[in-house]
């Protein structure tokens, strides 16, 4: 089992800036990747960006260029930056991990962007 927490959500004006963070434990040594999905209000979870054990990062075309996800090993945390927020990128943002079977979800914290 993996246990996930996250912080650094709340409201933001559209154009800027927030980072969030996740803090795993439990049995942390059997995560590969880590990384983050969101979900708005009448919509399905969705995927936004994933860090590798050996450091690859991947991305939703959506969030190219805009956010930066990074991760680290020793302190078994991943972060995402995210700048240029716009609206629509409104939703609960949830970090997961992922051992090669089992994915693990934390309790999700809400991301609001104001036009």
């Known amino acids: 089992q993996v246990q996930l927490v996250e912080s650094g959500g709340g409201l933001v004006q559209a154009g800027g800036s927030l980072r969030l963070s996740c803090a795993a434990s439990g049995s942390i040594a059997s995560i590969n990747a880590m990384g983050w999905y969101r979900q708005a209000p009448g919509n399905e979870r969705e995927f936004v960006a994933r860090?590798?054990?050996?450091?690859?990062?991947s991305y939703a075309d959506s969030v190219k260029g805009r956010f930066t996800i990074s991760r680290d090993n020793v302190k078994n945390t991943v972060s995402l930056q995210m700048n240029s927020l716009k609206p629509e990128d409104t939703a609960v943002y949830y970090c997961y991990s992922w051992n090669g079977r089992s994915k693990y979800w934390g309790q999700g914290t809400q991301v609001t962007v104001s036009s």
């Open positions: 860090a590798s054990s050996l450091g690859s990062t």
